[in-house]
């Protein structure tokens, strides 16, 4: 049989290849390694019927060395800066998917850090201007009115640009609205004006984040990959709370507007360096790729119409989502705004004390975060049903804060402290939420996850708006933190867990505009 082999003189390898099959011609060839080792030759060996021919040459043609020959690291320094190279930055090897879940987890402690600024600067800025706690309570409040109505405009984004594209857009005009806030301070519809544009940029970003995991992350990882990005929320609320006083009494209440704004707007610059390359796939699922940007006025109403919008609100899971979501925002919504204040005149404690103990809950919701995503993915992994494991965490969500809010609320001689750490426990533990609604939306509809976020965020959105301002006027009617505070929030985490635990189900829902009909 012909046999051609290859191998350099100095045997530094050999590489046998077979060629036609022929009775008379073997034919063996000599090869010099890549330019690095120019001492080598070449050398040629034919032998047919018996006849054996030898060529010799000094020099290979460059194109046979750098296209058809193995190269080989120089010994010594060159190859210790081959592996350099290959391993620098550290993130060049890590998958995309990765990268764009990290910056988006990113996003979303600049996110909370610009939502928590104004709970803080609030205390300061109704002193100099004369805020009553119901005027306060209107500028927190007005935040959520863009965050209501940005909600399934961004989800339908989301779905035709993709989340990537949306998160970007949506970072760049809150960062940019948040830096407005001080020169509009002193004219209250421009300061409602920058309040609710800061609410339309972070109001995208749970439908754009949401369609980024839906479209990267399998459901094996899905409760990992929701508890990162989301869990940079707390992470934000934590850095907010903790930079805001020090920055306040150091400079002034303006100065946290404008370093904060600056933050998202670098991240923004920083993100357009992320590579463009987006994972398609979950496992063994296909997504449906997003409508490129050239998309027609004409398209983008169709693909509006092509949504199964009855066939959503035929759902009884639906409907719980948008029921507990509800719930779920009264309670964190109107303890974000607050607290800080709660702290401050309930308990007697000075801004800086106020803020250190207003950092606690997310504090330790960072851990509980991370704990009840390895949790349920662990029994998902282990054959529980999915729908079980989403109703044990949002149960564990909503039962533990109203344990700790009826306990706070109760007269019974606790000391400030403690009754810190029991609000603490309470509301980190409503951390398991990620794990639970969050998670929700794509497991039943990986392909509309981000509009049926945007529905259920609208409606949880509400809490942020009828909310936080009911509970100013509440407390200037009872003067009581009990009633205006903690007892609607008791009320929503109980009913919210009972309809959860009866409608919830995390079962793949086909919906379809043939079910419209």
């Excluded at 964190?332 to 103990?357: G, I, K, M, Q």
């Excluded at 529905?455 to 942020?464: C, D, L, Y």
Aim: proline share 6%.
């Amino acid at each position: 049989m012909a046999r051609l082999s290859l191998r350099p003189n100095n045997r530094l390898f050999s590489t046998p290849l077979q060629t036609h099959n022929h009775p008379f011609l073997s034919l063996s060839l000599y090869t010099i390694t890549p330019p690095s080792f120019p001492h080598l030759k070449s050398r040629v060996k034919c032998s047919a019927s018996g006849t054996e021919r030898v060529r010799e040459s000094k020099k290979i043609p460059n194109n046979l060395i750098k296209e058809d020959l193995p190269k080989l690291p120089n010994p010594g320094s060159d190859s210790e800066a081959l592996g350099t190279e290959q391993n620098w930055p550290p993130w060049k090897n890590i998958p995309e998917r990765y990268k764009l879940i990290g910056a988006t987890s990113l996003a979303f402690v600049i996110c909370n850090m610009d939502k928590v600024n104004l709970s803080i600067a609030i205390i300061p800025m109704s002193h100099q201007f004369g805020w009553s706690s119901s005027v306060a309570g209107l500028v927190q409040s007005s935040f959520f009115w863009g965050y209501a109505l940005s909600q399934l405009p961004g989800g339908w984004l989301s779905k035709i640009f993709g989340g990537r594209k949306v998160l970007e857009i949506g970072v760049f005009t809150w960062s940019f609205a948040t830096a407005l806030v001080p020169l509009l301070a002193g004219f209250m519809p421009g300061l409602i004006f920058s309040r609710i544009l800061v609410g339309i940029g972070e109001g995208v970003s749970p439908s754009a984040a949401t369609d980024l995991i839906a479209r990267t992350i399998p459901v094996g990882e899905r409760s990992r990959a929701v508890g990162f990005v989301f869990g940079g929320l707390s992470l934000g609320s934590v850095l907010g709370l903790l930079l805001a006083p020090p920055i306040i009494q150091t400079f002034n209440w303006e100065s946290v507007f404008y370093l904060f704004g600056l933050l998202g707007i670098g991240w923004f610059i920083g993100f357009q360096f992320l590579g463009e390359e987006e994972v398609s796939h979950r496992g063994d699922e296909t997504t449906t790729s997003h409508k490129p940007e050239n998309t027609t006025r004409e398209e983008l109403g169709n693909s509006l119409k092509e949504i199964p919008w009855k066939s959503f609100f035929k759902s009884s899971a639906v409907w719980a989502m948008i029921y507990t979501h509800f719930c779920g925002s009264w309670g964190h919504y109107t303890c974000l705004s607050w607290l800080p204040t709660y702290f401050s005149e309930a308990l007697s404690l000075n801004l800086r004390d106020a803020a250190w103990v207003s950092i606690l809950p997310p504090l330790a919701s960072i851990f509980v975060t991370s704990l009840a995503s390895q949790f349920a993915d662990y029994l998902i992994s282990n054959g529980v049903e999915t729908t079980t494991v989403r109703k044990i965490c949002q149960t564990i969500a909503f039962v533990a804060p109203a344990i700790c809010m009826t306990l706070s609320s109760v007269d019974i001689g606790l000391p400030p402290w403690e009754i810190a750490g029991i609000l603490t426990a309470g509301l980190a533990l409503s951390s398991f939420a990620l794990s639970g609604l969050y998670c929700t939306h794509q497991d039943i509809s990986p392909e509309y996850a981000s509009i049926l976020l945007g529905i259920t965020n609208t409606v949880g959105a509400v809490p942020g708006i009828v909310g936080v301002a009911l509970t100013g006027f509440l407390l200037d009617s009872t003067h009581s933190w009990t009633m205006s505070l903690f007892a609607p929030s008791i009320f929503f985490y109980l009913t919210g867990t009972v309809v959860w635990l009866a409608f919830a189900s995390s079962k793949p829902q086909k919906f379809s505009k043939d079910h419209d009909s």
